[in-house]
């Protein structure tokens, strides 16, 4: 197994600083024990005589659920750690878990549902709305580009395989909109949306800005449909999270350009701004246009962090669904934070020397990690040589940084 090697590789094997309980997103009462009725009620019991309800040799801890361990293990440094024991059973909850909520998540430009599990448990599924070898159409703009659910799964792999461990675990699933969406949804307004198509399937549409329509309607085959399922981040009333515009946002305009492909020396400004003046800020951001890049993402407008954290933490890469939609040509432009302000960290410019070797190619590890996905193969292969294609352009540029 590459994939194997790579992270038993020294360089995914730097240490990672000391947590302390400032630096974590939760500090929980050990003794708290989560338990669900055994009447077999959804009812969510919280108990802190756990010491006499817990089989010898358990924790509280042992008794919750995969998802809220996940929320738990937040810190000021990480996602998730790199040997997270807990990513299997959390990606095989996504799968498989039974949903007993479907309702439209609010705001954005295209349809997504939130849905919930008997453990509580809440997943954004993003439904699938073209095939896998479908490239975008030349003259389409980037900001009314189709989400993509296989760009979603495909984008939590990458950032792992970097090393960023930014995105929150996402899984691909099958699911059956009749029995798990239209069946049981409370949501009134995606309840009246459903109908039968001509060919006899059960498709709907919701209501958002983009593509919600019965010209853009989602169907099964006759009722089964393709998505993807990404963990939810902890509810913002308990870890707030702050919103940031990012300084290469692109116009969003048919025809203007934004200030940074006008002024070359646009990043000295940026340096100068906080919180990019101080900190990793600045370097997490390359590392976010790096990784944009390589999916060939162009809608990176904003980003978000814990608020708890301060500027001193990690940035959330979140929303990947405009990412692999091209594989036939790339975009240089997402590299203009690294292009302008010729800085990256060392430790991600190493990973990306050897994701560009023969042992460890980028294209042969993504291709391994997406193999276990419930919808493989998740990507078409001309998406997976373009990343090993794209990746030499971002070593050829940061090349052309050391030689200036």
């Not at 669900?36 to 802190?48: A, T």
């Not at 709305?129 to 580009?145: A, G, H, L, V």
């Amino acid at each position: 197994s590459k994939l194997a090697a790579l992270f038993k590789h020294p360089l995914y094997n730097t240490p990672v600083p000391e947590v302390t309980e400032k630096d974590k997103l939760f500090v929980v009462n050990p003794m708290e024990k989560f338990s669900l009725h055994s009447s077999g009620s959804d009812e969510w019991v919280s108990s802190s005589k756990a010491e006499a309800l817990l089989p010898t040799g358990k924790t509280a801890y042992d008794t919750y659920p995969t998802w809220l361990k996940f929320h738990i293990g937040i810190n000021r440094y990480e996602l998730y750690p790199r040997r997270d024991p807990l990513l299997p059973t959390l990606l095989r909850d996504l799968a498989t878990q039974r949903i007993v909520s479907s309702v439209q998540k609010s705001g954005g430009t295209q349809l997504k549902l939130i849905m919930t599990f008997p453990n509580y448990g809440q997943a954004l599924f993003k439904p699938m709305k073209q095939t896998r070898d479908q490239e975008t159409p030349i003259d389409f703009f980037y900001f009314s580009d189709f989400e993509r659910h296989n760009a979603e799964i495909a984008a939590f792999h990458l950032d792992r395989i970097l090393d960023f461990r930014r995105i929150p675990p996402v899984s691909g699933r099958l699911v059956n909109i009749t029995k798990e969406i239209r069946d049981i949804t409370t949501d009134k307004k995606l309840a009246k949306t459903f109908f039968i198509s001509p060919a006899g399937n059960v498709c709907f549409y919701g209501e958002c800005s983009y593509y919600c329509s019965t010209e853009h309607a989602l169907c099964g085959k006759p009722d089964r449909l393709e998505g993807s399922m990404a963990a939810l981040l902890p509810d913002k009333t308990l870890a707030k999270r702050r919103s940031w515009r990012s300084p290469w946002r692109r116009s969003y305009h048919k025809s203007k350009k934004a200030e940074w492909e006008l002024n070359p020396n646009y990043c000295a400004q940026v340096r100068e701004t906080p919180p990019y003046d101080r900190g990793h800020r600045l370097l997490d951001l390359i590392d976010m246009a790096i990784l944009d890049f390589l999916m060939g993402n162009m809608d990176r407008h904003h980003y978000e962090t814990f608020e708890k954290f301060g500027n001193d933490t990690f940035l959330l890469h979140l929303d990947n669904g405009r990412g692999f939609g091209t594989h036939s040509r790339d975009e240089p432009s997402i590299l203009a934070p690294l292009q302008q302000c010729c800085s990256i960290k060392k430790s991600t410019y190493l990973r990306l020397q050897l994701l560009a070797t023969q042992p460890y190619r980028l294209s042969d590890v993504l291709r391994e990690a997406l193999a276990a996905d419930p919808l493989a193969p998740v990507l078409a292969e001309p998406h997976l040589q373009a990343l090993d294609r794209r990746l030499g352009k971002v070593l050829l540029a940061v090349g052309h940084c050391l030689a200036r």
